[in-house]
């Protein structure tokens, strides 16, 4: 099978075909369903976004162009169903760009960021009704991450104006919502409802975030990483000075983790 290297995007999709090939292709490939590869589409959007916070061009476009496989990869699959194809896919983002930007396609002007945000949402709400989906929380993928999806909650229910007013209101719920987990632990509660009580704290703690202009998913994966660069310069100080982190107790772990935020603060 020749398969023409001029277009790009061409011969991505015609690779996706052979892989695919009942014959010729690729068993894993063959094997796969729409929903089996739907982990390692998720895998690709997290490592995008790694790859950008890196910020290294070559990592980025790497990592890019495996994301971009896995919608090739579903496009093959949908078009082998006759369900849809890759320009089917293509068309109605472009379709729907094009509808949701009547400010820069059409003759509409808007007076601020508020009224072009109303307008938006009053675009996605009328296209959820033509679905014949009326509630405000619909169309909010589970699979997100957690965070994520608290503040996607959050947006639809303030578009009802069911959201505090500014940020300090959301700071007095938080404390509640940590009373409210002492409150189950000390009365002996169940640890389903320690969980759930936790998860109230989380999902408040999202709330502030919004009402502060933060989102919380890239607020926590930025503390993730300080964690960890800070973590593996304990162990690097430790070895240093012949030191296992397992043996030593926590007032020297602690010196330690002081120790390295200290040249951290000193660096240039």
């Known amino acids: 099978m020749k398969i023409d290297d001029s277009d790009p995007m061409r011969r991505l999709r015609a690779i996706m075909a052979r892989l695919r090939d009942p014959v010729q292709g690729c068993p894993w490939d063959r094997a796969q369903t729409p929903e089996t590869i739907v982990p390692y589409t998720l895998e690709e959007a997290y490592e995008v976004g790694e790859a950008i916070a890196g910020g290294d061009a070559e990592v980025i476009r790497a990592e890019l162009g495996d994301l971009l496989f896995q919608v090739v990869f579903q496009a093959r699959l949908g078009e082998e169903a006759g369900r849809f194809d890759f320009d089917d896919i293509a068309r109605a983002i472009g379709d729907k760009l094009w509808r949701r930007h009547p400010h ?24 959820r009704r033509e679905r014949e989906r009326h509630s405000g929380m ?110 030593l107790d926590l007032q020297a772990l602690d010196g330690l983790w002081s120790e390295v935020k200290e040249r951290e603060a000193g660096e240039p």
């Open 104 to 127: 820069v396609f059409g003759a509409t002007a808007f007076a601020d960021d508020q009224q072009r945000e109303i307008a938006w949402e009053s675009a996605k709400a009328e296209e």
């Open 138 to 247: 619909d169309d909010i993928p589970l699979a997100m991450p957690a965070l994520a999806r608290a503040v996607k909650l959050q947006r639809r229910a303030r578009r009802v104006g069911f959201d505090w007013d500014h940020a300090a209101a959301v700071l007095e719920r938080i404390r509640a919502e940590i009373d409210e987990v002492q409150a189950a632990q000390e009365q002996g509660g169940r640890p389903e409802r320690v969980t759930d009580e936790v998860g109230d704290v989380l999902f408040t703690v999202a709330n502030w975030a919004r009402h502060l202009g933060v989102d919380p998913e890239a607020a926590l994966r930025g503390s993730n990483r300080k964690f960890e660069r800070r973590f593996r310069a304990m162990e690097t100080l430790a070895a240093a000075r012949g030191q296992d982190l397992s043996q």
